[in-house]
């Protein structure tokens, strides 16, 4: 049987975590943050653990927690995932677990374009940046952080632009993937546009 994967790509704090879990949970597929993986190794990389070590090093144990969802740690992540040994130490376990029996999404960058490039179903989600903002100073402050909005608006675009215009795997919609604004929509709404995309394709 061939496998079925969902990939989904799009800029930081677009929705597409939301998305990707809920539609794990609904059609029962396994799903993979593939930003867990970078930020794990970023993470290390504060600690001052080699990037290239720390990404062949990972474990499970590595990729849970909330010491993962700083915005010191983000940028670290990003930082790390401009480098390209480390994308390609991750590329084999990404592909293994799109090749999962029961079908798989994974979320993150170059899902589309470069780890799963025969996806079945690939969305690229995108939001305004000020909702992108908004949405992520909520998630922060809920936690404790103490973080301005202006501070979450500029690490986002800097993230972004790093992001996109590195070299190697770059943030951009694979050709055949289908957007996704979620500027206007609530979760719900965005949920239910991806269950209606992907069910017209299986
Ligand atoms: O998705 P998240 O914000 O957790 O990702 C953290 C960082 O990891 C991103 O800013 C990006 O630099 C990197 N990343 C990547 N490729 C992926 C997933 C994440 O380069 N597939």
């Known amino acids: 049987m061939v496998a079925f994967t969902v990939a989904i790509d799009g800029p930081a704090a677009s929705g597409k975590g939301t998305i990707s879990r809920a539609i794990a949970a609904h059609f029962g597929f396994?799903?993979?943050d593939t930003g867990l993986l970078y930020?794990?190794?970023g993470r290390?990389?504060?600690d001052g653990t080699p990037a290239l070590e720390a990404a062949q090093n990972l474990m499970a144990s590595d990729l849970q927690g909330d010491a993962l969802r700083t915005p010191e740690v983000a940028q670290a992540a990003s930082k790390v995932a401009a480098?390209?040994?480390v994308r390609k130490a991750l590329v084999d376990f990404q592909r293994a677990f799109a090749a999962r029996a029961g079908g798989a999404v994974l979320d993150g960058r170059d899902i589309g374009t470069v780890i799963c490039p025969q996806a079945q179903v690939k969305l690229f989600v995108t939001a305004s940046d000020q909702i992108r903002a908004d949405r992520r100073w909520k998630e922060l402050t809920y936690k404790g952080h103490k973080v301005t909005l202006d501070e979450v608006l500029s690490d986002l675009r800097e993230r972004d632009?790093?992001?996109s215009t590195r070299a190697?795997?770059?943030l951009k919609a694979a050709s055949d993937?289908?957007?996704l604004?979620?500027?206007t929509l609530s979760i719900e709404e965005a949920v239910a546009a991806a269950v209606k995309e992907i069910e017209a394709r299986m």
């Open 39 to 41: 930020r794990a190794t």
């Open 161 to 163: 632009r790093r992001d």
């Open 30 to 32: 396994a799903h993979l």
């Open 177 to 179: 993937a289908i957007s």
């Open 181 to 183: 604004d979620t500027t």
């Open 83 to 85: 480098m390209p040994e």
């Open 44 to 46: 290390k990389t504060l």
């Open 168 to 170: 190697d795997a770059p």
